[in-house]
């Protein structure tokens, strides 16, 4: 059974930095994809980055190019998202996710098969 739980949310001041982390256990296929996607209030869910385990190649959106950094340890089967310069509108339910993607991957959410139950951000002005 695979787990997915995100860690390292919390308040920070506009400008500040936050790290999230996600630990995936139980996941057998050695070619995955595992995404950050996030869902502020009132909003929908909307994908921030996503990283193919095996080839290491990364994928941003607006919403998280030139401010984010996501990486993968393979070893700790540790996912982190390195968010800088962090603005009162990244305010959101950060997830954690995963899939297995057969060589390539997506940002779309309804490939994603695996989910955490999300880590608060709130990013005050």
């Known amino acids: 059974q695979v787990h997915v739980v995100e860690s390292g949310g919390g308040s920070v001041q506009a400008g500040g930095s936050l790290r999230l982390s996600c630990v995936i256990s139980?996941?057998?296929?050695?070619?995955?994809?595992m995404g950050w996607f996030r869902q502020a209030p009132g909003k929908e869910r909307e994908g921030v980055a996503r990283?193919?385990?095996?080839?290491?190649?990364?994928l941003y959106t607006n919403s998280g190019e030139g401010r984010f950094t996501i990486s993968l340890d393979n070893a700790k089967n540790t996912l982190v998202l390195q968010m800088n310069n962090l603005k009162p509108e990244d305010t959101a339910l950060y997830y954690c996710?995963?899939?297995?993607?057969?060589?390539?991957?997506?940002?779309?959410?309804?490939?994603?098969?695996?989910w955490g139950q999300g880590t608060q951000v709130t990013v005050s002005s």
């Open positions: 996710a995963a899939y297995y993607g057969g060589g390539s991957c997506s940002l779309i959410q309804a490939d994603y098969t695996y």
């Open positions: 139980g996941y057998t296929q050695s070619s995955y994809c």
């Open positions: 990283i193919d385990r095996s080839s290491g190649s990364t």
